[in-house]
């Protein structure tokens, strides 16, 4: 009987362990299933740095681009350049935003210009899906501020006190005799229209003061509901209880030990899993660097992540924001910007042609090799099975018929838009081995060119059929 009685005990040790241990496992298992992070960010100068890009982890620590590396928006308001985008989400879900700096700096803009008279307004994108945006507007946010002479790094906050937005930004005024950078905020509920703007942060003397970005703290961690970074010649961080109330400084990163002395463009982003938050710090000729705490609160817990323990992906991660994704959230955005590769296509029987846009007009033109005859095959946006072309350097635009006439034209989101831009590939109508694009709402019209225009027709002649066939080609 004693031995029968310690096998029986090893055995529902056994299964008391095995039990545990599942239960180890499972949440382990579930948090590795969880939705993942998204980065909104542009990597340079000239116009297509100056762009807006994504990426995706699954980590927090580990970035994907997203597009291939290529970029989502464009501007096409103002300077038609943007930097130092923020990525903003309704209480709800609901609606979304991007607010950036309107700059091109170097396609239009230096800096010694933007300084002392650059673009008073941001610009602004919204979107109920955050993958299908509204076109960009201007939103002068600088020019009711006395000498006001440009507006730059916005961010924006929810304020539950004020149910509403605090947009905040730098901008370059004299006041007090002294012309320098300070932040200035309104209040806004649609990012469209602001309150009178109001001065919030002023450092001593002629410090500038850019780039603040906020976090807002979880009920009984630290010591402060909000922290805020800012660069003022470092990254100060302050702390407060109420946005529109007293900030008192904690500290700064001076002693993290930061391989670089001139960072610039905090952003926050917290785990979702655990109590541990990132700040990315941009330095201009390397981009975002990690800086890890358990409580921002405290600059004692600010630390350099192990040595390889963080990877940014192939492009570099300039000044931007960080939005924890929910599942459905995560699920449109894998699927709207997947790789996808970029083509060309090429005419049949002008073979040294290919089909590019101008001004949005689409035709056929000899030895095109740069992005404006760039295209990525996209699955269809009426229906599965086929295709649509979105453009490389108008991301979001795609070829669309419109009275049979092709032009490249922004997607906004209807249902009649989706029909016009989808096609389905066929065999070529001249030639099997390339391919033919049939209309998906218009079935007995392909896709051809006519006297080097692009075309929606029927096709019935031999002549027809070699202008409707292309190869989709690097």
Not at 22 to 48: C, K, N, S
Not at 336 to 345: E, H, I, K
Not at 385 to 396: A, I, L
């Amino acid at each position: 009987m004693p031995r029968l009685l310690s096998r029986l005990t090893a055995f529902l040790v056994a299964v008391g362990l095995l039990l545990t241990g599942q239960a180890l496992i499972t949440p382990q298992r579930a948090a590795a299933a969880d939705p993942g992070y998204l980065m909104v960010h542009f990597t340079g100068e000239g116009a297509d740095g100056q762009s807006l890009y994504l990426a995706h982890s699954t980590d927090g620590r580990h970035w994907t681009d997203l597009n291939d590396g290529g970029i989502v928006l464009r501007s096409t308001v103002g300077t038609k350049g943007l930097r130092d985008p923020a990525l903003v989400r309704s209480p709800d879900g609901s609606r979304y935003w991007i607010i950036a700096t309107d700059l091109c700096i170097g396609c239009g803009s230096t800096w010694a210009g933007s300084t002392s008279n650059g673009s008073r307004s941001l610009v602004v994108w919204e979107s109920t899906d955050l993958v299908t945006w509204s076109q960009p507007w201007l939103l002068n946010v600088a020019g009711a501020i006395p000498d006001g002479r440009n507006a730059w790094a916005p961010d924006a906050i929810w304020n539950p006190e004020t149910n509403d937005y605090v947009l905040y930004w730098a901008t370059n005024a004299t006041l007090n005799g002294v012309l320098k950078h300070r932040i200035y905020y309104a209040r806004t509920t649609d990012f469209r229209t602001i309150t009178t703007p109001q001065l919030w942060i002023d450092r001593p003397g002629t410090q500038n003061v850019i780039d603040p970005a906020i976090t807002a703290m979880p009920a009984g961690v630290g010591s402060y509901r909000y922290v805020r970074a800012s660069a003022d010649g470092q990254v100060t961080l302050e702390g407060s209880n109420s946005l529109l109330g007293t900030w008192t400084s904690i500290g700064d990163l001076r002693n993290v030990g930061l391989p670089f002395t001139n960072v610039e463009g905090p952003t926050w982003m917290k785990f979702r899993d655990r109590n541990e938050w990132t700040i990315f710090v941009d330095q201009p000729n390397h981009g975002y660097h990690p800086v890890v705490t358990a409580n921002p609160t405290d600059v004692g817990t600010y630390r350099l992540p192990a040595s390889g323990s963080y990877t940014m992906g192939g492009t570099k991660k300039r000044q931007g924001s960080i939005l924890t994704l929910t599942a459905a959230e995560e699920s449109r955005v894998l699927a709207r910007w997947p790789s996808t590769p970029v083509n060309r296509l090429q005419s049949y029987n002008f073979q040294d042609r290919y089909v590019r846009h101008a001004n949005f007009d689409v035709r056929i033109d000899q030895n095109i090799t740069g992005p404006d005859a760039q295209f990525r095959l996209r699955p269809g946006l009426a229906g599965s099975g086929t295709v649509s072309f979105e453009s490389v350097n108008f991301p979001g635009y795609f070829l669309r018929h419109s009275n049979y006439d092709f032009q490249l034209v922004r997607n906004d989101g209807t249902t009649q838009f989706a029909a016009d831009a989808t096609f389905r590939q066929v065999a070529g109508l001249a030639d099997s081995s390339w391919s033919s694009f049939q209309s998906y709402n218009h079935p007995d019209r392909y896709i051809r060119h006519y006297a080097y225009a692009l075309r929606l027709d029927p096709i019935t002649t031999t002549t027809a059929r070699g202008d409707a066939t292309f190869r989709v080609t690097s």
